[in-house]
């Protein structure tokens, strides 16, 4: 089983930054999956930054969540100096 999520950022260009229970940070772009219908509330950028680390995961209002594997496995790595920036 891969790390699950415990906090995240959301921003304006649809990016999380996602730390997890490992200790790794990772980036994941959600753009490619807005054009799937039940993320389709997140294209308004307020909906979206109203994102949460719940449950090893991050959710939304609505019940809306994302799997944490493909959170994980897809974010890429990001480096303590690339945070401060």
Known sequence: MNPRITAVIAHDDYALLLTFTNGEIRLFDM???????????????????????SHGTV???KEIDFD?????????PV???????
């Open 79 to 85: 480096k303590l100096e690339e945070q401060a920036a």
């Open 31 to 53: 753009a490619p999956y807005l054009g799937y219908p039940a993320f389709e509330p997140l294209r308004q950028v307020a909906f979206f930054k109203l994102a949460r680390a």
């Open 68 to 76: 944490p594997d493909t959170l994980y496995l897809e974010g890429k």
């Open 59 to 61: 959710t939304w209002p």
